[in-house]
T-cell receptor
Framework: GIQVEQSPPDLILQEGANSTLRCNFSDSVNNLQWFHQNPWGQLINLFYIPSGTKQNGRLSATTVATERYSLLYISSSQTTDSGVYFCAVGSGGSNYKLTFGKGTLLTVNP | EADIYQTPRYLVIGTGKKITLECSQTMGHDKMYWYQQDPGMELHLIHYSYGVNSTEKGDLSSESTVSRIRTEHFPLTLESARPSHTSQYLC????????????FGEGSRLTVL
């Protein structure tokens, strides 16, 4: 099946800093989503972005499908941004089944 | 705002007990999913459903079973809980995953003693 690799595995920032999280995948995809898991365990959908660029406030994401990667940008980070960020992909006829990466644990210190 | 609900949020139970984790969504979504997640780890798909009376096993083998008798309801059952079943179970739904978003419930954290 498709492989998903996220980097870095851990990231520690001071409040106000910017960061870039990366997601590489091993095959062409027609579904890619970024999620944030808060400290209480709930997953919040950030972006549905199989290709192109989207922005939502301080967050933006870019997927370059032809090169098999996606980037999540967090600007002016806040302590509430802490948590785990997951990339999940779906491909071909199994695009309804998402495969998750191992996630990036982000800690934003005040 | 997603309207998908899981109960119980937390459950501590003894070995051998039967448990059912409830999942309901009010969005009329056809597709529903159960993922299992150990602390600090990635999510693994254990069950999914395309619609009423349709259920399939996911990529990770699980001793749990599911049913889909109504569109809005997708319960997960463990007939005899064991300590190895201790984990977080996350339910999700989507109208059509290839064109839309996956919405998650808050999760059910199960501890089997």
């Amino acid at each position: 099946g498709i492989q998903v690799e996220q980097s870095p595995p851990d990231l520690i920032l001071q409040e106000g800093a910017n960061s870039t999280l990366r997601c590489n995948f091993s095959d062409s995809v027609n579904n890619l989503q970024w999620f944030h898991q808060n400290p209480w365990g709930q997953l919040i959908n950030l972006f549905y972005i199989p290709s192109g660029t989207k922005q939502n406030g301080r967050l933006s994401a870019t997927t370059v499908a032809t090169e098999r990667y996606s980037l999540l940008y967090i600007s002016s980070s806040q302590t509430t941004d802490s948590g785990v960020y997951f990339c999940a992909v779906g491909s071909g006829g199994s695009n309804y089944k998402l495969t998750f990466g191992k996630g990036t644990l982000l800690t934003v210190n005040p | 705002e997603a309207d998908i609900y899981q109960t119980p949020r937390y459950l501590v139970i003894g070995t051998g007990k039967k448990i059912t984790l409830e999942c309901s969504q009010t969005m009329g979504h056809d597709k529903m999913y159960w993922y299992q997640q150990d602390p600090g780890m990635e999510l693994h798909l254990i069950h999914y459903s395309y619609g009423v009376n349709s259920t399939e096993k996911g990529d990770l083998s699980s001793e749990s079973t599911v049913s889909r008798i109504r569109t809005e309801h997708f319960p997960l059952t463990l007939e005899s809980a064991r300590p190895s079943h201790t984990s977080q179970y996350l339910c999700a739904s989507a109208q059509a995953v290839n064109t839309g978003e996956l919405f998650f419930g808050e999760g059910s954290r199960l501890t089997v003693l």
